[in-house]
């Protein structure tokens, strides 16, 4: 288990907003080190988990750092964005907000940038 673990929220769209977490992400890891990351992408942050993203390369490259980055299955569906849409290598969650509660009842420390 890393010593630090962190959450990010992406409750909102907009690429200023995504470049903005990733560039967090990166000085978060660089800063601590022993870290676990992961981001949650829902409601109408949900495109940062995706391809539509003008921060796709940024988010791909976190996923290559060992970030995890979770996308909500129910966003999707209501947004009507297939899951063929979501990134390699991000992890779809059913509820983008409940794993946040789950995440912060077990100590993780929450980011909302």
Request: proline share 3%.
């Amino acid at each position: 288990m890393s010593v630090y673990q962190v959450v990010f929220q992406v409750p909102r769209d907009g690429a200023e907003f995504h470049e903005t977490v990733v560039r967090n992400v990166r000085n978060v890891a660089a800063e601590l080190g022993d870290v676990a990351i992961r981001v949650i992408a829902h409601g109408d942050g949900i495109e940062f988990a995706t391809g539509r993203t003008a921060a796709a390369s940024g988010v791909r490259a976190a996923l290559d750092a060992g970030v995890e980055v979770l996308a909500c299955q129910n966003t999707l569906r209501r947004k009507e964005i297939p899951e063929t849409e979501v990134l390699s290598g991000v992890r779809l969650v059913r509820a983008g907000l409940a794993e946040l509660v789950r995440l912060q009842h077990d100590g993780w420390a929450y980011v909302h940038p």
